[in-house]
């Protein structure tokens, strides 16, 4: 167990739709990355917050955005759906900048 | 641009048989190389860091080691529990996007008892 926890473990939505996925870090992490693990293209980066701050973008979406709360938790809204957004995300931590960063579960997400 | 390409894709091994993970890559400035291990439908757990050429971590029956072009995980006398993905990745920098860790497509490894 990491001690990174995230909610929900599986979303099943369809197109169209939005979702919001939730995160935890580890206790007395201030930085969260967001990871998206799909088939093809393997764990991409999404975004990073530190203490509640966006501090980098990778490849993301226009329709995602991400938020960090004054309690470090963090969630990813990911809006207008499409097929091709299913996927595993992850949400990874990290006491600061660099480092290991240590992984939640994932959420497993199925449009249809 | 930050590149990781892990060899082979695939690995079957007999228990007992050591091998060896291969991990390329091509990094502006590398801070740290990582592996993970990667359990069907899980989440990647963190295995070792590695900062600077020459050195090298070991736990049970893993050893990862780095040059400035490549590491390798090194397997000795694999078990069954030893199969999983096997993730590599790198580190360009400790602040905005150079913190992020960019990631190979991993080796998958099964090992037969």
């Known amino acids: 167990d990491s001690g990174v926890t995230q909610t929900p473990k599986h979303l099943i939505t369809a197109t169209g739709q939005r979702v919001t996925l939730r995160c935890s870090p580890r206790?007395?992490?201030?930085?969260v990355y967001w990871y998206q693990q799909s088939l093809d293209q393997g764990l991409q980066f999404l975004i990073q917050?530190?203490?509640?701050?966006?501090?980098a973008k990778g490849n993301i979406l226009e329709r995602f955005s991400a938020q960090q709360f004054p309690d470090l938790h963090s969630e990813l809204n990911l809006s207008s759906l499409e097929l091709g957004d299913s996927a595993l995300y992850f949400c990874?931590?990290?006491?600061?900048?660099?480092?290991?960063?240590?992984f939640g579960p994932g959420t497993r997400l199925t449009v249809l | 641009e930050d590149q990781v390409t892990q060899s082979p894709e695939a690995l079957r091994l007999q228990e007992g048989e050591s091998s060896s993970l291969n991990c390329s890559y091509t990094?502006?400035?590398?801070?740290?190389l990582f592996w993970y291990r990667q359990d069907p439908g899980k989440g990647p757990e963190f295995l070792f860091t590695?900062?600077?050429a020459g050195e090298e971590k070991e736990k049970e029956r893993l050893k990862a080691t780095l040059t400035k072009k490549e590491s390798f995980l090194h397997i000795t006398a694999p078990k069954p529990e030893d199969s999983a993905t096997y993730l590599c990745a790198v580190q360009a920098g400790y602040t905005g996007a150079n913190s992020k860790l960019t990631f190979g497509k991993g080796i998958t490894l099964s090992v037969r008892p």
């Open positions: 990094v502006s400035g590398l801070r740290g």
């Open positions: 590695l900062y600077s």
């Open positions: 990874a931590s990290s006491v600061r900048y660099g480092g290991e960063q240590f």
């Open positions: 917050y530190y203490n509640g701050e966006e501090r």
């Open positions: 206790s007395g992490d201030l930085s």
